[in-house]
């Protein structure tokens, strides 16, 4: 899926109904993928929509997974002995630690 197609089916009362995330009221019916230009690129059947609700679920839990190791890995990295300046004043940074 890329940012720029957009999901579109019909309501109840026949007019269309458009999203960047699959809309509310298309949950049990098929729905049109649209491109950036409006051609319908594809159609998700009522059958395989909770397949790519879970998929799409599982990508936005990858997603948050991958920021949340960003932040670990900063949080390391921003608190490292080398951050203090140790690695660039010249002096030994392990004589500093020695109790």
Known sequence: MSGDEVYRCRDANGR????????APCMEQDIEVLDGSG?????????ARSEQVAAQKAQEDA????AQRDRTLLATYLSSPTSSGCATSG?????????
Request: proline share 7%; hydrophobic share 40%.
């Open 16 to 23: 269309y109904v458009y999203g960047q995330a699959i809309p």
């Open 39 to 47: 051609r319908v690129v594809r159609v998700i059947p009522a059958a």
């Open 63 to 66: 997603a948050k997974a991958a």
């Open 91 to 99: 002096s030994s940074c392990s004589s500093s630690r020695r109790t």
